[in-house]
Nanobody
Framework: QVHLVETGGGLVQAGGSLRLSCLASGHPFSNYAMGWFRQAPGKEREFVAAIHWSVGMIRYADSVKGRFTISRDGAKNTVYLQMNSLKPEDTAVYYC????????????????????WGQGTQVTVSS
């Protein structure tokens, strides 16, 4: 059974940085894509970033390009989301997700295509 645990959320002022971590366990992840999504109160869950674990192809939402960076450490089975220049509109619960059958070239951005989800970590950006 795949298990995902996010850590690293918190309260930060606008312009600040946070790094989220997602520890993955329970299965070899070499053929998976790993994604970060977020959900603000009253809004739908939205795509933030994704990376194909072995190929390394990456996608970002337009709203975070140039500010957020997704990466993975195979030895630690961990995916990271480095968030810089944070804005109040980045405030949300951030979720890590795993797609066990990703497209060949680039990870998908659709939440329903992801098979496993973490419990989420709250990120709050104050103005």
């Amino acid at each position: 059974q795949v298990h995902l645990v996010e850590t690293g959320g918190g309260l930060v002022q606008a312009g600040g940085s946070l790094r989220l971590s997602c520890l993955a366990s329970g299965h070899p992840f070499s053929n998976y894509a790993m994604g970060w999504f977020r959900q603000a109160p009253g809004k739908e869950r939205e795509f933030v970033a994704a990376i194909h674990w072995s190929v390394g192809m990456i996608r970002y939402a337009d709203s975070v390009k140039g500010r957020f960076t997704i990466s993975r450490d195979g030895a630690k089975n961990t995916v990271y989301l480095q968030m810089n220049s944070l804005k109040p509109e980045d405030t949300a619960v951030y979720y890590c997700a795993a797609d066990e059958n990703p497209p060949i070239l680039t990870p998908t951005t659709t939440p329903r295509n992801y098979d496993y989800w973490g419990q989420g970590t709250q990120v709050t950006v104050s103005s």
